[in-house]
T-cell receptor, first 110, second 116 residues
Framework: DAKTTQPPSMDCAEGRAANLPCNHS???????VYWYRQIHSQGPQYIIHGLKNNETNEMASLIITEDRKSSTLILPHATLRDTAVYYCIVGSSNTGKLIFGQGTTLQVKP | GAVVSQHPSWVICKSGTSVKIECRSL??????MFWYRQFPKQSLMLMATSNEGSKATYEQGVEKDKFLINHASLTLSTLTVTSAHPEDSSFYIC????????????FGPGTRLTVL
């Protein structure tokens, strides 16, 4: 499975957009980019995933570069409840296995 | 939709005893379930992959005789920690993966195990 690189921490002002970057330069053709987040002492929450096209849902937008070597998760209007560890994971849709890295701790500040 | 539950949410046991943790997909059928372990201030570590009706596949370094996994139905998987020791104290999280539009994994709330 391809590995990902994320900054260990980021801050964002409440009400502003939070842009979380992720590098996955070794991603292969059939691997998806998944984003999950984990609030302290809870199970991870699914946010969004994509293969090569940009995706948007009620929670966030996912922008994947044309060469698929990096992506950005966008939370359009961050709230204090969005404070969490955000994991960018590259995984195969065949096996379904997700290998978690260290993620980015996003702190949303008032 | 896509809700996964775990039971119990927390458990305290004595060293040497066995503990069973249940993982249920409440509103979808899970062809595959996964078990993770998370130590404080660390990321999730995949322990095993469980497919309904077949033996679980364990990740390297995970003892299959210590962590028994049973996936008897499309909505239930269990993890039994046998002869638990204090070093097994951890946060155990399961996830379930469906089919079609539910191809992604949905996670349970986790079970906090403390072994005294």
């Amino acid at each position: 499975d391809a590995k990902t690189t994320q900054p260990p921490s980021m801050d964002c002002a409440e009400g502003r957009a939070a842009n979380l970057p992720c590098n996955h330069s070794t991603i292969s053709g059939n691997e998806y980019v998944y984003w999950y987040r984990q609030i302290h002492s809870q199970g991870p929450q699914y946010i969004i995933h994509g293969l090569k096209n940009n995706e948007t849902n009620e929670m966030a937008s996912l922008i994947i570069t044309e060469d698929r070597k990096s992506s950005t998760l966008i939370l359009p209007h961050a709230t204090l409840r969005d404070t969490a560890v955000y994991y960018c994971i590259v995984g195969s849709s065949n096996t379904g296995k997700l290998i978690f890295g260290q993620g980015t701790t996003l702190q949303v500040k008032p | 939709g896509a809700v996964v539950s775990q039971h119990p949410s927390w458990v305290i046991c004595k060293s040497g005893t066995s503990v069973k943790i249940e993982c249920r997909s409440l509103d979808f059928q899970a062809t595959t379930m996964f078990w993770y372990r998370q130590f404080p201030k660390q990321s999730l570590m995949l322990m095993a992959t469980s497919n309904e009706g077949s033996k679980a596949t364990y990740e390297q370094g995970v003892e299959k005789d210590k962590f028994l996994i049973n996936h008897a139905s499309l909505t239930l998987s269990t993890l039994t920690v046998t002869s638990a020791h204090p070093e097994d104290s951890s946060f155990y999280i399961c996830s379930a993966r469906g089919t079609g539009s539910l191809n992604e994994q949905f996670f349970g709330p986790g079970t906090r195990l403390t072994v005294l």
